[in-house]
């Protein structure tokens, strides 16, 4: 068996990994690991201004490409400033792996400089967390860390390394990653599928709510096939946009700022299949989100700690995506007729949403964001990936960037702010051939500026566009509502964005009318470098979905102005 260092097996394992790229900043925990992997190569190496961005660019690139990338900290100050990004992994079912430095083990428990128990930090945040207690033991715990981050729902996990243990030798093989987890998902229980492929066989009203997992599992067009087979409409969880929306009934996203069309249908649908989705509070409205009487609903999710956890099922799968929504569609093909009143229906919500939209007032200053949204989508391809940060925006976001294809529209769902620029810079590391802009807010943007030197040494050509409204708007759109306008730590003081981004070498503008954001995104599109684009905006409170609640909005007599559907299923 092959000698070799245990920084060199970690190197070498990552490469037959094909990990996405180690990032991270340089520290005394992890010198012996970086310097073998510079020598090895078989790594990207990317170094940045500060961990947290390290892990936020993994949760990028694991978003896009659904594989993971590996971020790095050395020992208890550049370990903990991995936490935020690894919970944003954890939340959101992100593969990552994040591996620290630790002290020596002759140090141990000794109180030693940068001493901290780091997989105890780690263990509430991820799949699974562990420190290496003999050298012999990594080639174990690293082929367990990478086979539990990919398997099952994705997640992260975290390995930390005593700086002594990586210089030792150990005999070990490098294997393939087939030689240590299993590379095809388990199949699903027949009879569950039997329970499932009834329910919907009895449809009238199908709807089919697509949730992150469907992309996670490559199991979009599998999606829109069985939604065709069925006649069915599709409708996103919140903030994705895990299928293309081209496909004609594609009623939008659910949930806070979601689509009335949407509302609309899952409201009087009498059979509805909820796939890779944990049906959380974001999705549903704080669970104002309710079935109609009579309806039944179906969930598949990979995880079966989250199927039936929020809403009652009638029937529960557990299994891949793919192979789920495959498997249903074989079983079903012949077996059931499309309802063309529902079809009909739900294509009318669906223009009067979209009709409402348009009726949205557009140009002038301060520049609506909505406008933001509505110019992008105008001039962008339809390869061009959206990284949004947190913020109120993110709902116009989702309404008017319509996705042509899965997989070009990514949000921070664990409420991340400062994800934008790091989660842009691994999207565009998992897609180099595509366009990647970043869409975020002042608050937010500054909170990782710093890493705009990363995008410029790169030669990462994200295009960063700005909302400068002073303000955390989010808050202070809700402050203004609900706190008799009191403006508690909402108001911001910000730099010259231009001179900024011109300080770090990025190719830079500003627009502060509606009028003139074509030209401009598209310049800076064209530019085919780093960019930023500060945009001066300001929310509309009667148009904000935060003080609406999108449940409501899709009342059949609201959106239509006619009765609601008559309910064969009692909905």
């Known amino acids: ?87 944003a992994a954890f939340i959101e079912s992100v593969p990552l792996v994040a591996l620290t430095g630790q002290v020596p083990t002759r140090y141990r428990w000794k109180g030693a400089f940068e001493e901290a128990d780091l997989a105890e930090v780690f263990r509430p945040i991820t799949k699974l967390s562990v420190e290496v207690q003999r050298a012999d033991r990594v080639p174990d715990v690293l082929w367990e860390a990478l086979r539990v981050a990919q398997t099952g729902r994705p997640g992260p996990v975290h390995v930390t390394i005593p700086y002594d243990l990586a210089k030792e030798e150990i005999r070990a093989e490098v294997l393939d990653p087939e030689q240590y987890r299993p590379t095809e998902p388990p199949a699903p229980d027949p009879r569950a599928l039997d329970r499932a492929a009834a329910v919907l066989q009895r449809a ?27 006649g069915a409409p599709v409708v996103s969880t919140w903030q994705k946009k895990p299928v293309a929306e081209s496909y004609p009934l594609a009623l939008g996203t ?11 249908a899952l409201r009087y649908a009498d059979a509805i299949l909820a796939v890779g989705t944990r049906l959380w509070d974001r999705t549903t409205d704080e669970f104002r989100f309710q079935p ?15 199927v039936g956890r929020n809403y009652p099922v009638h029937a529960a799968v557990v299994g891949d995506a793919r192979q789920v929504l495959e498997t249903l569609a074989e079983r079903l093909r012949g077996q059931v007729r499309p309802d063309p009143e529902w079809q009909e229906r739900c294509r009318r ?29 105008a001039v962008a391809d339809e390869d061009t990936c959206l990284v949004t940060d947190s913020g109120s925006y993110i709902h116009y976001a989702a309404q008017y960037f319509t996705a042509p294809r899965p997989g070009v529209y990514f949000n921070p769902n664990s409420g991340s702010m400062g994800f934008g620029l790091p989660g842009g810079l691994g999207v565009q590391l998992a897609r180099p051939r595509s366009r990647v802009v970043v869409l975020a807010g002042d608050g937010g943007f500054l ?6 030197e990363t995008a410029v040494r790169e030669r990462l050509p994200v295009v960063c566009v700005v909302l400068n409204n002073f303000a955390f708007g989010s808050i202070n759109t809700r402050q203004k509502a609900y706190y008799g306008g ?25 627009v502060e009318e509606g009028e003139a954001l074509p030209d401009v995104l598209r310049a800076a599109l064209e530019a085919r470098q780093p960019a930023l684009v500060e945009v001066r905006s300001e929310d509309v409170a009667e148009e904000s979905p ?13 959106l239509l102005g006619e009765p609601a559907p008559t309910a064969s299923a009692g909905g």
């Open 447 to 452: 909170m990782t500026v710093q890493d705009l």
């Open 546 to 558: 935060l003080l609406a609640h999108w449940w409501d909005s899709g009342r059949a007599e609201a």
């Open 204 to 230: 009238r009203r199908p709807v089919l709510v697509a949730g992150g997992g469907v992309w996670m599992a490559d199991a979009s067009v599998a999606a829109l096939q069985l939604a065709e087979l069925l």
């Open 254 to 264: 659910m949930g806070y700022g979601g689509s009335a069309a949407a509302a609309f």
């Open 292 to 306: 109609a009487p009579g309806a039944q609903l179906v969930h598949v999710d990979v995880d079966p700690a989250v």
């Open 349 to 377: 919500a669906k223009a009067a949403w979209e009709e409402r939209l348009r009726r949205r007032p557009t140009g002038g200053r301060p520049v609506r964001p909505w406008d933001v949204v509505r110019a992008l989508r």
């Open 486 to 510: 009191r403006e508690v730590w909402s108001r911001l003081q910000n730099p010259d964005f231009v001179a900024l981004g011109r300080a770090f070498g990025v190719w830079s503008a500003q």
């Open 1 to 87: 068996m092959p000698r070799m260092t245990v920084a060199e097996f970690v190197a070498r394992t990552l490469a037959r990994e094909q990990v996405g790229f180690v990032a991270g900043v340089p520290g005394s925990g992890l010198m012996e690991i970086l310097d073998t992997l510079d020598r090895e190569g078989g790594a990207r190496l990317v170094q940045v201004r500060h961990e947290q961005v390290a892990a936020l660019m993994a949760v990028g690139y694991g978003k896009a490409a659904r594989r993971p990338a590996v971020c790095v900290g050395t020992r208890s100050p550049g370990g903990t400033n991995l936490v935020m990004g690894v919970t």
